[in-house]
């Protein structure tokens, strides 16, 4: 008998997205929008450099 143990995971996978994302976009017309992008681009920048050089490394 199957069960349905997935299905609420990813329902709350899909809230928790969405809840995300409304926080972002909220936080996007807000004033410090500027500063919220340059931190989620320093973020995604740093992390694929480290990302390059571990593989370098390894």
């Known amino acids: 008998m199957p069960t349905?143990?997935?299905k609420p995971a990813h329902?709350?996978?899909k809230?928790?997205?969405q809840a995300f994302k409304?926080?972002?976009?909220?936080?996007l017309k807000h004033r410090?929008?500027?500063l919220i992008k340059l931190?989620?681009?320093?973020g995604a920048l740093t992390s694929i450099l480290l990302l390059?050089?571990?593989n370098f490394i390894l």
């Open 32 to 34: 410090s929008a500027p």
């Open 52 to 54: 390059g050089i571990l």
């Open 11 to 13: 329902k709350e996978l």
């Open 39 to 42: 931190l989620t681009a320093m």
């Open 22 to 27: 409304d926080f972002f976009m909220a936080t």
């Open 4 to 6: 349905d143990t997935a």
């Open 15 to 17: 809230n928790f997205r």
